[in-house]
Nanobody, 125 residues
Framework: QLELVESGGGLVQPGGSLRLSCAAS????????AGWFRQAPGKEREGVSC????????DYADSVKGRFTVSRDNAKNTVYLQMNSLKPEDTAVYFC??????????????????WGQGTQVTVSS
């Protein structure tokens, strides 16, 4: 059974850092591209970052460029999102997802067929 489990969320002060992990089980993660999304209360889901199977291609939402870094360790079947210089507007539930293909419309989420349950990130003083 294909499963994605996010971890690493929590409460952090503005300017702080967190590292999210997304562990895959039941399938080989290196068969898929991966993405991170977030959804804040009352807001639409937002594509944050994506990474191709071999990590050659990465992309980021303009709102996180220069602050967030996506990576993956296929040997560990895990994808990561390093989040630095966090801002209160980064507060959201963060989800990881996988896709057989990535397109230029990846941020809409339609490329992704399997999703994790999410991890809460709260940035507040």
């Amino acid at each position: 059974q294909l499963e994605l489990v996010e971890s690493g969320g929590g409460l952090v002060q503005p300017g702080g850092s967190l590292r999210l992990s997304c562990a895959a089980s039941g399938f080989r993660l290196d068969d898929y591209n991966a993405g991170w999304f977030r959804q804040a209360p009352g807001k639409e889901r937002e594509g944050v970052s994506c990474i191709s199977r071999s990590s050659i291609i990465t992309d980021y939402a303009d709102s996180v460029k220069g602050r967030f870094t996506v990576s993956r360790d296929n040997a560990k079947n895990t994808v990561y999102l390093q989040m630095n210089s966090l801002k209160p507007e980064d507060t959201a539930v963060y989800f990881c997802a996988v896709a057989p293909r990535l397109t230029s419309r990846w941020q809409r989420g339609g490329d992704f067929g399997s999703w994790g349950q999410g991890t809460q990130v709260t940035v507040s003083s």
